[in-house]
């Protein structure tokens, strides 16, 4: 059975409550809340009078340079948590930040026996006070390259043996130096009596920074363990630029708010984990997941893989697209200053876009309610579904007005269904060419009302006059003749075979050419002419012929008369 990270910190306890001299190391990466941990859990402890021993001291060697000063920091230390909590709370900063040594001469007179002797003297007689304590030494490999481990180490042996101390050791053993591992592993058998590894997971780190029933608590959760942030540092930092953008986001949609979450995540995570492979803000500027692919084969090599993973990594984060919000907040992340007025005119505009945006799914949602659900709703539905095509009636076609109109009918809804049909043909304007161009697509429509209202509009619309380039620029879009207008299939269809042999001959987009062709070749007003042309082009250049005859099958049309035939009845 494996050893879970609960045994360990359940191990870890037990340990610590054992009145033994012992040595124990708590081993662990940057940042995974080792400190953390222990701390908590000699608080805890010490206010149960369960720790192994009452005397404790904790000591950190971050730019300790001798042993000298680490002994000063073990005594002052050791003294400060015998004295009444007001003085310990008086004196505990300067011990963590300055040399400790003119500290323990005033904290040693306060104490009796002591005051009176020298300071060299009174400092020895501290040391040897010195007993039946649970001594913590954190930082071990960020100690300065002057002090070797080998006189921790012996500091630790002389702690344990002579002093009957129970010594922890919380350290980063990764990070020591190849001959430190060494000496390390060479005392381990006779002066290390337990070693864990500490590597919680990271929805364990997670609740250090972020308790249960905090503000979003399960959707920063899932985006953090998406990420498998398990650094408390990053997760402090991650904490700390959530307070600060809060305040700037007071009227925003939720859906809006949980992307600038989702966001700012995901930048300090990248900005500040030096441990963790992860993209650059260069990459997520103009990062687009479905664009990706078209992307990516501009890198090359291991680029070209690396920026596929992140690509995965995004997408399985919930990571779509860089926009101008996210844009603010990678600056905000990068300098720490926030610009509230930019941040706000990006989320204004941001928000207007996701009202659309929700405004189309209330529609697909409302068919939802038809099509997945039985039960009697129908009053729900017909609310949803009337009040959601109101609401989209500017982007929706025929088909979807032939669709509400025929439930709604069905329903007896007669009122409401010419309502909104009113509503949807209201919107027409006689002078919008394009406009119109919507409602002359009416193949599957099949209601009559729609119907009659599709003439009206066709024998009201303003006459076009379109040219012949115009009108095969058109054939190009278009998915069905019935998508042009009358006048341009008139204009297409009286076009002699010339004009279309002039305008493929000249057409000068390489990525179109084909599908005009084809498109051509598909509609019957447009067929004779183009295969005539085809023809003729042929007759130019072998390669040219070969192109007729593979790319468009011209030889299937061999009825057609060539243009080089000049017999006569």
């Given at each position: 059975?494996?050893?879970t990270?609960?045994?360990?910190?359940?191990?870890?306890e037990?340990?610590?409550?054992?009145?033994?001299?012992?040595l124990?190391?708590?081993?662990?990466?940057?940042?995974?809340?080792k400190?953390?941990f222990?701390?908590n859990?000699?608080?805890?402890?010490?206010?149960?009078?369960?720790?192994?021993f009452q005397?404790y001291?904790?000591?950190?060697?971050?730019?300790?340079?001798?042993?000298?000063?680490?002994?000063?920091?073990?005594?002052?230390?050791?003294?400060?948590?015998?004295?009444p909590?007001t003085t310990?709370?008086r004196?505990w900063?300067?011990f963590?930040?300055?040399d400790?040594?003119?500290?323990?001469?005033?904290t040693?007179a306060e104490?009796?026996?002591?005051?009176?002797?020298p300071?060299?003297?009174?400092?020895?007689?501290?040391?040897?006070?010195i007993?039946?304590?649970?001594?913590?030494?954190?930082d071990?490999?960020?100690?300065?390259?002057?002090?070797?481990?080998?006189?921790v180490?012996?500091?630790?042996?002389?702690?344990?043996?002579?002093?009957?101390?129970?010594?922890?050791?919380?350290?980063?053993?990764?990070?020591?130096?190849?001959?430190?591992?060494?000496q390390?592993?060479?005392?381990?058998?006779?002066?290390?009596?337990w070693?864990?590894?500490?590597?919680?997971t990271?929805?364990?780190?997670?609740?250090?920074?972020?308790?249960p029933?905090s503000?979003?608590?399960?959707?920063?959760?899932?985006?953090c363990?998406?990420?498998?942030?398990?650094?408390?540092?990053?997760?402090?930092?991650i904490?700390?630029?959530?307070?600060?953008?809060?305040?700037?986001?007071?009227?925003?949609p939720k859906r809006?708010r949980?992307?600038?979450?989702?966001?700012?995540?995901?930048?300090?995570?990248?900005?500040?984990?030096?441990?963790?492979?992860?993209?650059?803000?260069?990459?997520?500027?103009?990062?687009?997941?479905y664009?990706?692919?078209?992307?990516?084969?501009?890198f090359?090599?291991?680029?070209?893989?690396?920026?596929?993973?992140?690509n995965?990594?995004?997408?399985?984060?919930?990571?779509?697209?860089?926009?101008?919000v996210?844009?603010?907040?990678?600056?905000f992340?990068?300098?720490?200053?926030?610009?509230?007025?930019s941040l706000?005119?990006?989320?204004?505009e941001?928000?207007?876009?996701?009202?659309?945006?929700?405004?189309?799914e209330?529609?697909?949602?409302?068919?939802?309610?038809?099509?997945?659900?039985?039960g009697?709703?129908e009053a729900?539905?017909?609310?949803?579904l009337?009040?959601s095509?109101?609401l989209?009636?500017?982007?929706?076609?025929?088909a979807?007005?032939?669709?509400?109109i025929?439930?709604?009918?069905?329903?007896?809804?007669?009122?409401?269904?010419d309502?909104?049909?009113?509503?949807?043909?209201?919107?027409v304007?006689?002078?919008?060419?394009?406009?119109?161009?919507?409602?002359?697509?009416?193949?599957?429509?099949?209601?009559?009302?729609?119907?009659a209202?599709?003439?009206?509009?066709?024998?009201?619309r303003?006459?076009?006059?379109?040219?012949?380039?115009?009108?095969?620029?058109?054939?190009?879009?278009?998915?069905?003749?019935?998508?042009?207008?009358?006048?341009?299939?008139?204009?297409l269809?009286a076009?002699?075979?010339?004009?279309?042999?002039?305008?493929?001959?000249?057409?000068?987009?390489?990525?179109?050419?084909?599908y005009?062709?084809?498109?051509?070749?598909?509609?019957?007003?447009?067929?004779?002419?183009?295969?005539?042309a085809?023809?003729?082009?042929?007759?130019?250049?072998?390669?040219?012929?070969?192109r007729?005859?593979r790319?468009?099958?011209?030889?299937l049309w061999?009825?057609?008369?060539?243009?080089?035939?000049?017999s006569t009845?």
């Open positions: 059975m494996s050893t990270f609960e045994n360990v910190k359940e191990s870890i037990e340990i610590a409550q054992l009145p033994e001299n012992d124990l190391i708590i081993r662990g990466s940057w940042g995974v809340g400190t953390y222990w701390e859990l000699v608080r805890r402890l010490r206010a149960q009078s369960q720790l192994a005397n001291a904790y000591v950190s060697l971050f730019g300790a340079s001798d042993i000298a000063s680490v002994r000063n920091q073990v005594i002052a230390s050791t003294l400060l948590n015998r004295l909590s310990e709370k004196w900063q300067p963590a930040q300055t400790v040594l003119e500290q323990v001469k005033k040693a104490l009796p026996y002591i005051k009176w002797l300071i060299s003297l009174a400092n020895e007689a501290a040391f040897m006070l007993h039946d304590c649970v001594i913590c030494i954190d071990i490999e960020r100690k300065d390259d002057k002090l070797k481990i080998k006189e180490l012996g500091l630790a042996a002389l702690l344990k043996e002579q002093k009957r101390c129970k010594v922890v050791f919380i350290l980063n053993q990764d990070n020591l130096s190849d001959e430190e591992k060494k390390f592993d060479s005392y381990n058998e006779k002066l290390v009596n070693s864990f590894e500490f590597a919680p990271p929805d364990s780190v997670f609740e250090y920074v972020f308790p029933g503000v979003d608590f399960e959707f920063i959760r899932d985006r363990l998406g990420l498998e942030i398990r650094n408390i540092r990053i997760l402090k930092r904490a700390a630029h959530l307070s600060r953008i809060r305040p700037h986001l007071p009227d925003v809006i949980l992307d600038v979450i989702r966001s700012l995540i995901l930048y300090v995570w990248c900005e500040f984990d030096r441990e963790s492979k992860r993209p650059t803000f260069e990459f997520l500027e103009s990062y687009v997941s664009l990706h692919d078209i992307r990516s084969p501009k090359s090599g291991v680029e070209t893989t690396q920026n596929d993973e992140f995965q990594m995004l997408v399985r984060y919930g990571y779509a697209q860089t926009d101008e996210d844009r603010q907040l990678m600056d992340v990068r300098s720490g200053v926030i610009n509230s007025t706000s005119q990006k989320l204004k941001k928000i207007a876009g996701h009202t659309q945006l929700e405004k189309g209330r529609y697909e949602n409302a068919w939802k309610l038809y099509r997945h659900h039985f009697d709703n729900t539905f017909l609310k949803e009337t009040e095509f109101e989209n009636i500017s982007r929706l076609g025929l979807d007005l032939q669709a509400v025929e439930v709604l009918r069905y329903f007896k809804r007669d009122a409401d269904a309502r909104l049909m009113d509503d949807f043909f209201r919107r304007n006689s002078v919008n060419v394009d406009e119109w161009r919507r409602y002359s697509i009416s193949s599957g429509i099949t209601d009559s009302d729609i119907l209202r599709i003439a009206h509009i066709e024998s009201a303003p006459k076009l006059k379109p040219t012949f380039e115009d009108s095969l620029k058109r054939i190009l879009i278009v998915t069905s003749v019935s998508e042009l207008f009358s006048e341009e299939l008139d204009v269809s076009e002699p075979w010339e004009g279309y042999y002039r305008y493929f001959k000249s057409y000068d987009d390489d990525d179109d050419l084909y005009l062709v084809a498109n051509c070749l598909k509609y019957e007003q447009t067929k004779t002419p183009a295969i005539e085809l023809k003729k082009i042929a007759s130019e250049s072998e390669i040219d012929a070969l007729v005859k790319l468009y099958q011209i030889d061999d009825d057609i008369p060539s243009t080089e035939d000049t009845e």
